[in-house]
């Protein structure tokens, strides 16, 4: 079975820097897909980033990017110019490419953020 | 769309009682599932269905039932409320065409069982 590991439970960052949060995993598979997640103070989970496994580019949305190592089973997160709304948990998820498989989740860093 | 829509918000269960939490969306998504999320353990996977009538077990499916008899609901059913069963409960949807969609949750039932 897959599983996600997040080895951050809190990370914290100033206004307007830069922080990375960590993402490991365990497959066999070779063409899945991984995801971040936010979850602010509403609870409401809100996708942040999404990688294919087949694609060798790091995907990036605004001002969030992932360093994605295939070989070293590794997906961080990146978050560039961090704002306040960015304070948030962050959850890791990873999705197998074959058949309707779930969301496998781990268990997420708390991200604050200090003016 | 509404899309994923979870009633009630919160409930306060005594142990022993039974209730159902509503999960219904809009997107004629085939795939819909259950987690609960507890503090320090992520999200989890309790039940989840590629389609009506189609139903399989996740990881911790104990203590919850659910069917599928429509593509918009699936309903969660506590049989008898333990207070291990406290927790945030999520509903989530998506196309069953290909495993990197987005998957689309509700806004989440707080549960507390005493």
Known sequence: ?115 | NAGVTQTPKFQVLKTGQSMTLQCAQDMNHEYMSWYRQDPGMGLRLIHYSVGAGITDQGEVPNGYNVSRSTTEDFPLRLLSAAPSQTSVYFCASKSRRLAGYEQYFGPGTRLTVT
């Open chain 1, 1 to 115: 079975a897959q599983t996600v590991t997040q080895s951050q439970p809190e990370m914290s960052v100033q206004e307007a820097e830069t922080v990375t949060l960590s993402c490991t995993y365990d497959t066999s598979e070779s063409d899945y897909y991984l995801f971040w997640y936010k979850q602010p103070p509403s609870r409401q989970m809100i996708l942040v980033i999404r990688q294919e496994a087949y694609k060798q580019q790091n995907a990036t949305e605004n001002r969030f990017s992932v360093n994605f190592q295939k070989a070293a089973k590794s997906f961080s997160l990146k978050i560039s110019d961090s704002q306040l709304g960015d304070a948030a948990m962050y959850f890791c998820a990873y999705r197998s490419a074959s058949g309707n498989t779930p969301l496998v989740f781990g268990k997420g860093t708390r991200l604050s953020v200090i003016a």
